[in-house]
């Protein structure tokens, strides 16, 4: 069955280091990846969107890789900030079907 | 531009009740649709709606049903509420063009349902 993962526990790090979260997937192929970010109480806001075809996408302090041989996409927030601390939820879309599965997302705290 | 609204904000149900939660966007989105997080664990989707008339199940649509008879609002009806039901909802649109897909969703401030 179609599986993504993205690591369970929470990420801690320093204000002005880069925090990378990763996203795998198994037995998808999915044509679009998509990255969220969850405030607590608040529903999901779209960061960033990366096609199959791409390899790499940027916007400010984020980036975003995609690498459909390994099955996994990372997520970079460079300079991280104490704002930045949030749940970030990557999400799965399939050819054709303009619906998303999501992974459980992963707590990124930066401390000041 | 309210974007999507969702009401109520939290609401307690006892066992066997049922209840209808809002959500109206006001983008003029075709797509729209309904998934329920459930604490530690992603959205999972319940049902979705590709414009007014036509609904289509998600991965969990059991205990739910949905009707979409306006562009604008998506309303998720729980019959004989459970247990298992309690939960935070979520309500998402999005525009879809002809043939297109890989497109943002807007995402409602949620419902947090408990079911006693």
């Known amino acids: 069955s179609q599986k993504i993962e993205q690591n369970s526990e929470a990420l801690n790090i320093q204000e002005g280091k880069t925090a990378t979260l990763t996203c795998n997937y198994t037995?998808?192929?999915?044509?679009?990846l998509q990255w969220y970010r969850q405030d607590p109480g608040r529903g999901p806001v779209f960061l960033l969107l990366?096609?199959?075809?791409?390899k790499e996408k940027r916007k400010e302090r984020l980036k975003v890789t995609f690498d459909t041989t390994l099955k996994q996409s990372l997520f970079h927030i460079t300079a991280s900030q104490p704002a930045d601390s949030a749940t970030y939820l990557c999400?799965?879309?399939?050819?054709?079907?303009?619906?998303?599965?999501f992974g459980k997302g992963t707590m990124l705290l930066v401390s000041p | 531009n309210a974007g999507v609204t969702q009401t109520p904000k939290f609401r307690i149900l006892k066992i066997g009740q049922s209840m209808t939660l809002q959500c109206t966007q006001d983008?003029?989105?075709?797509?729209m649709y309904w998934y329920r997080q459930d604490p530690g664990m992603g959205l999972k989707l319940i049902y979705y709606?590709?414009?007014?008339?036509?609904?289509d199940k998600g991965e969990v649509p059991n205990g739910y049903n949905v009707s979409r008879s306006t562009t604008e609002d998506f309303p998720l009806r729980l019959e004989l509420a459970a247990p298992s039901q309690t939960s935070v909802y979520f309500c998402?649109?999005?525009?879809?063009?002809?043939?297109?897909?890989?497109?943002?969703?807007?995402f409602g401030p949620g419902t947090r349902l408990l079911v006693l």
């Open positions: 998402a649109s999005s525009y879809v063009s002809s043939g297109g897909a890989g497109e943002t969703q807007y």
């Open positions: 037995n998808y192929s999915p044509a679009y």
């Open positions: 990366i096609r199959e075809n791409e």
């Open positions: 999400a799965l879309e399939g050819s054709g079907y303009s619906t998303l599965t």
């Open positions: 983008m003029n989105h075709n797509y």
């Open positions: 709606s590709v414009g007014a008339g036509i609904t």
